[in-house]
């Protein structure tokens, strides 16, 4: 592995997975609860590896519905707290998940999506886009969804994802797949210790004498508080509509728009490349954040652009979000690969030159 | 002028501890889960530890725990409450941890989670509110309902080769070796909560040990759900609950060594 300091930073060499948890390690994480999955167990081992060397706690729990719910139990005592699994795993902690939204606890989950549905394929996908975005449980909650497209954003999230579950209080989702989870690529990481955590005063950390007992929950029995509640997580959602981000890539003199998230977004880049070698001016919009969703900067794009192409490693789920975005302004039509398969940039050229005839 | 309706020598328990917060129960009349709430609570009191420790309610009738625990609690999901409670001994080990919960949430729902805590000897105190009913959702069969019982899903009585046995769980978790402490008390007779009160007192001096779970199953009533009169209800506990699930200590620390031994005829 190579390795060069650099100011308390440091460049390596590292697999996505392990880039992650390294990542964790340095932003303070206290606890991790997880259980083993194809293709990210190597987040749990790297973690079991080095936490005692270093400071936190990492526990392999009995199942993912353990797990979430110790992510529950231990944001709620105010410990900065993480889980990560693929596919079927995320679909077990969904429950889990929409009580740790109701109860309003910070925490960062990571999903590096697999092949589904069922058991399905360990390779990577996107197929997971709505359960991550939509909600994913029951009830209406939305989760801090962030898409890293390199290994070094997987590493620049964790601190982000964070850094927005704990000034939101909602539960942040890093949205992987198993191509960024596997491969290796150089990534630059900060120091440790940088990224101080205030054990919030809502936390339960025994009731001190003269203030009042904290409680964690997600029951709101009576129909006037809950909706209240409901109100409340709506408005924060609206409010979080700041911390939009998204990449916009030769979008200005395009005549088409790719849009794609993570990995895809990176195979996008290269299908424009080979389109511009031929004559067709294509830009590239790569949402960040996908909730909240790069909706202005779609819907602005489409009053100069009329034609847009999302690719995506699913049957068609993001798609619906640009089209709410551009609202009937452009065209917009969809390129997929599903259950593994990760399209290339001929086939997205291929896709480019019929929608330009 | 005031009236005792009860001497007050006669009192087993304290009615307005500090630890309580003064919220009438919600309880049917005649449920145990009050008796041991107070109990519970008149013990954090007695030991002054009411700023160190941290609950986990469950769901089932007791969801509202925290109404009446004067205590920083969290609501866990349902069967979940072990897993909760192991994550935040886990981050604040210096607290005292306890989980309530009942048959259906503990023993069925969530036997993986009970399970594995016990397995993993996790230094916090797990109760067991074993009423042998779903109370909340309306009295139907649970995992410890007896056999022939009659609950909304069994009207015909429970029958062990379509619906199982009632389970043991509690001398289940005895065989665990994460397992310190494990008895079995009730609430139905005025002794029997002093012997309970003990229980929880021993339960949170052994957890500042870090030698693992304590586990103290109570067995308890619902007269709505066992559709009896209080008094009736104690009565059905005495002939049918106690010879299933039998009173007593199950596993214990040697006074010489301090390793837990199991109890002999458990």
């Known amino acids: 592995m190579e390795k060069q300091e650099l100011k308390g930073k440091e460049i390596k060499l590292m697999k996505g997975n392990e880039a992650l948890a390294e990542a964790a390690i340095r932003a303070g994480l206290d606890a991790y609860f997880g259980y083993p999955i194809t293709p990210q167990s190597e987040v749990m081992e790297y973690l079991t590896e080095n936490i005692p060397l270093r400071r936190g706690l990492v526990l392999q729990a009995e199942s993912e519905v353990a797990s979430i719910n110790m992510v529950y139990g231990a944001a709620g005592a105010g410990a900065r707290v993480m889980t990560s699994s693929s596919s079927p795993g995320m679909s077990l902690m969904q429950e889990g998940i929409s009580y740790i939204a109701s109860a309003q606890l910070p925490c960062l989950l990571v999903n590096v999506m697999r092949g589904g549905p069922g058991l399905g394929t360990i390779q990577p996908s996107q197929g997971d886009y709505f359960q991550a975005v939509k909600g994913g449980g029951h009830g209406d909650y939305k989760l801090f969804t962030l898409a890293p497209s390199t290994v070094q954003e997987m590493v620049d999230f964790v601190f982000e994802g964070f850094k927005m579950a704990e000034k939101y209080r909602v539960p942040a989702m890093l949205l992987a797949d198993g191509a960024l989870g596997q491969m290796m690529e150089k990534v630059e990481l900060p120091a440790e210790g940088q990224f101080p955590h205030v054990i919030p005063e809502w936390a339960t950390t025994g009731k001190k004498e003269g203030r009042k007992q904290n409680v964690i929950t997600s029951l709101f029995i009576q129909p006037e508080k809950m909706e209240q509640i ?10 979080m509509e700041i911390e939009v981000k998204s990449e916009s890539i030769n979008t200005e003199d395009a005549d088409l728009i790719l849009v794609a998230f993570g990995l895809v977004a990176r195979i996008c880049m290269k299908a424009a490349e080979l389109a511009r070698e031929k004559g067709i001016k294509v830009g590239v ?33 993001m798609v619906e979000d640009v089209r709410l975005s551009i609202n009937g302004k452009a065209d917009v039509q969809f390129y997929g690969r599903m259950g593994g398969m990760i399209p290339n940039p001929e086939e997205i050229l291929t896709k480019l030159e019929s929608m330009m005839k | 002028m005031e009236q005792f309706l009860i001497n007050p020598d006669c009192m087993v328990y304290d009615n307005h501890p500090v630890t309580l917060t003064g919220e009438p129960f919600h309880y049917c009349p005649g449920c145990g889960h009050g008796v041991i709430h107070k109990v519970l609570m008149e013990v954090v009191r007695d030991l002054g530890i009411q700023e160190e420790v941290i609950g986990v309610a469950p769901v089932g009738c007791s969801v509202f725990a925290y109404h009446y625990m004067n205590v920083d609690m969290q609501e866990a999901a349902h069967g979940r409450a072990s897993a909760v ?43 067991f509110v074993n009423n042998a009913i779903y109370g ?58 002093r012997k309970l009160t003990k229980a929880f007192k021993n339960a949170f001096e052994y957890q500042k040990l870090n030698r693992g779970t304590c586990f103290i199953e109570v067995v308890s009533n619902c007269p709505s759900g066992w559709k009896m009169s209080p008094v009736q209800s104690i009565d059905w506990i005495e002939k049918n609950m106690l010879p299933m699930f039998p009173l007593g200590d199950i596993k214990v620390p040697d006074p010489k060594t301090g390793d837990p031994v199991m109890v002999k005829n458990n």
């Open chain 1, 285 to 317: 919009i790569r949402p960040i954040t996908l909730f909240p969703f790069p909706t202005e900067v779609l819907n602005t794009t489409a009053d100069r652009i009329k034609k847009f192409l999302v690719v995506e490693m699913n049957a068609g789920q």
């Open chain 2, 85 to 127: 409670a192991t994550a935040i001994k886990r981050v604040r080990p210096q607290n005292y941890v306890f989980s309530y919960q009942g048959d259906g949430d503990l023993a069925a729902i969530g036997t993986a989670e009970t399970i594995h805590t016990v397995n993993r000897g996790e230094n916090i105190l797990m109760v």
């Open chain 2, 136 to 193: 909340m959702t309306g009295g139907q069969m649970a995992p410890t309902s007896l056999i022939g019982m009659k609950t909304a899903t069994s009207p015909y009585g429970r029958d062990a080769a379509s619906m199982g046995n009632p389970i043991k769980i509690t001398e289940l978790l005895a065989q665990l070796p994460g397992a310190y402490y494990v008895a079995r008390h009730a609430v139905h007779t005025p002794n029997a909560v």
């Open chain 1, 230 to 239: 409901n109100l409340d997580l709506q408005a924060k959602y609206k409010a």
